[in-house]
């Protein structure tokens, strides 16, 4: 994952705020290659740091709403 090459990405995800980290990366940097899980978006999706826009979008996009 690009985004993530100063961060070691195993520890990371050992902590609920580092997978939201890369999950926050994964959407705002693209995620390389990797699938982002709909499920994860949903679940953190009141403790994601995003730019009002993308928020927005993926508001409309996944509640359509």
Do not use: C, H, S
């Amino acid at each position: 994952m690009k985004a993530l090459w100063d961060y070691d990405r195993k520890e990371l995800e050992k902590t609920e705020e580092g997978r939201i980290f890369i999950l926050e990366r994964m959407i705002n940097y693209g995620p390389d290659g990797e699938k982002i899980k709909l499920a994860d978006v949903k679940k953190y999706w009141d403790r994601l740091q995003l730019g009002t826009l993308k928020k927005r979008l993926f508001q409309r996009l996944i509640w359509n709403n």
